[in-house]
């Protein structure tokens, strides 16, 4: 399989697991200097939180961040590496990230240092950490609805206590709000016909009005980020179109926190731009199994496959 126009993928928290990045930590001392540097900047153990801890206590958000992050952007040093290595360029046609991915695809894109990403990141996962153990929450995928559908839910049970978060394919929407509200509308949607409902393992409300202390104390840190005009365009969460103004990036950044991720228009908006193939620059494949629900199985590919770097070769 062989490509010269793709769009760049990244998750977000959730994607954790034991061991993630590690093979690309022993193969590249790029990536090592990288863990080197993002150890020293956050004080975490950021090597034993990716190789060693176990995928529940990964989960806890002020770790969960900086590590997913790096575990992503570690993948795209190790593919720039390799294509240095064999004198070839291949940029992709856009980038993007779910969420927390999105700081992954901004550093890839070039509109934000590592490490300053970094630093954001890390703050960011310290805010809302603090806000999930002051208010609780939940999440909740529901598939086989489409969002409208799921969006009725959400207004019989109570804007207040629950919200769409993400809307990830045409019948796959997350819901996020309080541990109460997030159950009434998983009960609402098995009833209303749902394939099938999931709680996330994930002790938090992200993209609801639950963060809202946490996008507040955000914001300053969103206003002085040193963001740069992109080289590649970057898809973003909050509307799911293509950008490369500055202003509006940060724009899509102040509202990242509350706002739903509409990741089904990021996709649709990626391929009418002519990436012909959607490649999660993982940790793992997380999104690539959310994928290829809604899209051919030849237009979704992995980094984390084991020839992820020569399917991108020009």
């Known amino acids: 399989m062989t490509t010269s126009r793709y769009a760049l993928l990244f998750p977000g928290q959730g994607a954790q697991f034991p061991g993630m990045a ?3 930590h022993d193969l590249s001392p790029t990536v090592r200097d990288l863990f ?3 150890e020293r900047q956050t004080s975490l153990p950021l090597r034993r939180i990716c190789f060693h801890t ?5 989960a806890r958000t002020d770790w969960n961040q900086p590590a997913v992050f790096l575990a992503g952007i570690a993948g795209w040093y190790a593919l720039t590496e390799e294509w240095e290595r064999r004198g070839v360029t291949n940029p992709p046609v856009c980038v993007a990230g779910h969420s927390l991915g999105h700081f992954t695809a901004l550093v890839a894109a070039g509109a934000l240092s590592t490490s300053d990403a970094v630093d ?3 703050r960011r996962g310290e805010l809302m950490h603090a806000a999930s153990l002051t208010s609780g929450g939940a999440m909740a995928t529901l598939v086989g609805l489409a969002e409208p559908t799921v969006a009725g839910l959400v207004r019989e049970v109570g804007h207040d206590a629950v919200s769409v978060a993400a809307v990830n394919g045409p019948d796959q929407v997350v819901v996020s709000g309080a541990d109460a509200a997030v159950t009434d509308v ?3 949607a098995l009833r209303a016909g749902a394939e099938r ?3 996330l393992a994930i002790a938090l409300a992200a993209h609801s009005p639950l ?3 946490a996008a507040e104390r955000f914001a300053p ?3 002085a980020a040193a963001l740069r005009e992109p080289r590649t365009p970057v898809l973003l969460n909050t509307t799911g179109r293509a950008s490369r103004d500055v202003a509006e990036i940060r724009a899509d950044l102040h509202r990242h926190m509350l706002a739903p991720v509409l990741w089904w228009r990021c996709l649709q908006t990626a391929r009418e731009a002519g990436a012909h193939l959607l490649v999660d620059g993982g940790p793992g494949r997380t999104l690539s199994k959310v994928m290829r629900r809604d899209l051919p199985a030849d237009a979704v590919h992995s980094l984390d496959h084991p020839r992820g770097a020569e399917a991108l070769l020009p």
């Open 186 to 188: 998983m009960d609402r």
């Open 22 to 24: 590690e093979r690309l």
């Open 120 to 122: 954001l990141v890390r």
């Open 36 to 38: 080197d540097a993002a």
């Open 197 to 199: 409902v999931v709680r």
């Open 211 to 213: 963060m809202a202390p």
């Open 54 to 58: 176990d995928r529940i206590d990964q």
């Open 221 to 223: 840190l969103v206003s």
